[in-house]
């Protein structure tokens, strides 16, 4: 049996890679931090009864992967590397997946110096830790298409120079050139996913999408007035999330190390994105620029009015970040299918389902 440890293990990817894993028989250590309330409803449905309090009932019922006593939850923090270091020695995992971080290129610019220490430094920690080990262990590293910033090609490969607009994008990029470091120096099996954005109905509440599609859900119900949005003609290179973390998995079994970009290739807009989802449940949008519509209401034929939110804009924003993923393809027969409007749809439809059938959880 094969074991992995995996860091954001509460977080949407941990989750679906945690799901992913079971299921192939592995045996895992999750590195969880300590919170004031518990953050682990994401991955409940997972843990073996009576392992320990915190469980959020009815959470991800959706799921058809069973509880199990392979998954095992270990207190730690990025912030305190010797917990980290000791959990890797205690556990000696055959893979390491390195998820965790502050995740939110917004807040990137409220909290650099956190981000950068979680998404940079910490990364630089776990490498140094896995030099030290007497075994070979396989590293996966959750890079991000915002290394690309402000690209130099479009669509972006393995080739592309980092051009980074944002601390986050700063961040993964530091992370990624120190794996090809451990990688060519120690000879350390370490990978970057270039992951594109990908969604789900598990996706936090503060990102773009999952907060049109809570939204569109929470209006509908007329739970919900209004939805403040930033920049509308963002574009992003949307897929679905469980789809990337059976690459995530793939990367890891290969022969030699590698970095792949993980993209769908194709583009929407914040706009394509929020009419899809809203149709979905039945609702049209109307579009009012900054200052014009009064927040949230609906108009004479009741399409709900958007109200575009300068507070919602970034000091700057990625551009034509778009990802090339042949090498994906190529080396592990890996290719998405779920893209763009498609997700939008199927989070709205999750959201929608919640809504109207309160104590059910849907997630997939
Ligand atoms: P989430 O924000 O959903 O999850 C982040 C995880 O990191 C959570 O489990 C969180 O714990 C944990 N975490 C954050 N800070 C710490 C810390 N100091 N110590 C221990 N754990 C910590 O992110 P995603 O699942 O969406 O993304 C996973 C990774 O992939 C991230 O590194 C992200 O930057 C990267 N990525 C994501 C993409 C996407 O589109 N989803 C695309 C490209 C890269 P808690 O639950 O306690 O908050
Ligand atoms: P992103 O995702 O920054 O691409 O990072 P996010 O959903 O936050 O933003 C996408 C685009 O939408 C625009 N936007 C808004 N964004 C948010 N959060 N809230 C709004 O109200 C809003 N209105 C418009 C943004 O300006 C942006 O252009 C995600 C994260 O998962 C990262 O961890 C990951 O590395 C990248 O994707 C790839």
Redesign the pocket.
């Known amino acids: 049996m094969k074991t992995a440890l995996i860091t954001g293990i509460t977080g949407q990817d941990g989750s679906y890679l945690t799901e992913h894993l079971l299921a192939k028989g592995y045996a895992i250590h999750g590195l969880v931090r300590r919170a004031s309330m518990f953050n682990r409803s994401r991955i409940d449905h997972l843990r073996s009864p009576g392992d320990g309090p915190g469980r959020t009932p009815g959470s991800q019922q959706g799921t058809t992967v069973a509880p199990s006593d392979r998954l095992v939850l270990h207190y730690g923090d990025l912030a305190d590397l010797t917990s980290v270091r000791r959990l890797l020695k205690k556990v000696s995992p055959n893979e390491v997946y390195h998820l965790a971080g502050q ?4 807040l990137s610019f409220e909290i650099p110096e956190v981000t950068c220490q979680e998404n940079g430094m910490a990364t630089l920690g776990l490498l140094e830790a896995m030099r030290d080990l007497d075994y070979p262990v396989r590293f996966y590293h959750a890079a ?3 290394m690309f910033g402000s690209p130099q090609a479009t669509p972006q490969s393995e080739a592309t120079a980092f051009n980074p607009v944002n601390p ?1 994008g700063c961040a ?1 990029a530091f992370a990624t050139q120190l794996c090809h470091v451990y990688r060519n120096s120690y000879g350390l099996f370490a990978c970057s996913g270039i ?3 990908h969604e789900s109905p598990r996706r936090g509440e ?4 999952r ?1 049109i599609t809570l939204a569109a859900a929470r209006i509908k119900a007329g739970r919900q007035a209004a939805l ?5 003609e ?1 574009q ?1 290179d949307w897929g679905y999330a469980p789809e990337y973390v059976t690459a995530m998995w793939q990367m890891l079994q290969t022969e030699k190390p590698l970095d792949c970009v993980l993209a769908t290739g194709r583009l929407c807009s ?1 706009r394509e994105f929020a009419m899809a989802a809203f149709k979905e449940v039945g609702l049209e949008l109307k579009f009012e620029g900054r200052g014009e519509a009064e927040v949230g209401r609906r108009t004479d034929t009741g399409a709900v009015v958007i109200r575009v ?1 300068p507070r ?3 000091p700057a ?2 551009t034509h ?1 778009v990802g090339d993923a042949s090498l994906a393809r190529q080396t592990l027969g890996w290719a998405p299918k779920t893209i763009g409007t498609d997700v939008a749809r199927l989070m709205a439809r999750a959201d929608w389902a919640t809504m109207s059938e309160p104590g059910k959880s849907q997630t997939d």
Do not use: C, M, Q
């Not at 403040?228 to 509308?232: A, I, P």
């Open positions: 995740s939110h290129v917004g991000s298409s915002e986050y993964k992951a594109y954005n503060n990102f773009v999408t907060k403040h949005l930033g920049n509308l963002a992003r914040i939110d919602y804009y970034r924003d990625s970040l």
